[in-house]
């Protein structure tokens, strides 16, 4: 599967099992969502998820959703949608682990951020868990302390190491 272009398109309720199995694949117990989440995700007008497939397997995805600073979806959380909006904020990546350093997640991300700065938002934001901080610090992100005590609780839905993490949009990654 190297050495072709990866082409991401809008992810649908299709490839919703594919996506469950790529999920399953990369976490542990602790952070597998199921499917009606995903679906109520899907529904949100404020979602822009992505997915990478071929040969209608699903490689790999990135679930996302216009939102604010500060404001964290927690685990197993659904996208709400916001009047006004200037974060894209990234709540899930994952890329089939055999397919790993082929560059899926940049072909994930560089359209969405081109497309969140095409909509005016200034700001990405993502909550890294699973030892995932340095890997995110060399795209651009640094760790953002909550004052909100809600958004604290947000955070601590993903466990005592995860951290909430923001870029600007204008950054080179």
Do not use: I
């Not at 500060?70 to 006004?84: Q, S």
């Not at 899930?92 to 940049?106: E, S, W």
């Amino acid at each position: 599967m190297s050495g072709q272009a990866w082409v991401p398109r809008a992810l649908a309720a299709a490839d919703l099992p594919g996506l469950l199995a790529v999920q399953r694949a990369c976490y542990g117990d602790g952070f597998v969502e199921s499917g009606e989440v995903f679906a109520r995700r899907l529904a949100s007008p404020a979602n822009c998820s992505l997915v990478l497939e071929r040969a209608g397997t699903v490689c790999a995805y990135l679930a996302a959703y216009r939102s604010v600073q500060g404001k964290v979806t927690p685990l197993h959380g659904d996208f709400e949608a916001m009047a006004h909006t200037d974060t894209l904020y990234l709540h899930d990546m994952a890329v089939l682990p055999a397919l790993g350093g082929q560059g899926l997640a940049r072909a994930l991300l560089q359209p969405l951020w081109a497309q969140a700065t095409a909509e005016g938002l200034v700001h990405t934001a993502l909550v890294s868990v699973q030892g995932s901080q340095a890997y995110w610090a060399r795209h651009g992100y640094a760790v953002q302390p909550l004052a909100d005590a809600a958004q604290q609780a947000r955070l601590a839905s993903y466990g005592e190491e995860a951290v909430y993490m923001v870029r600007s949009l204008g950054a080179a990654a």
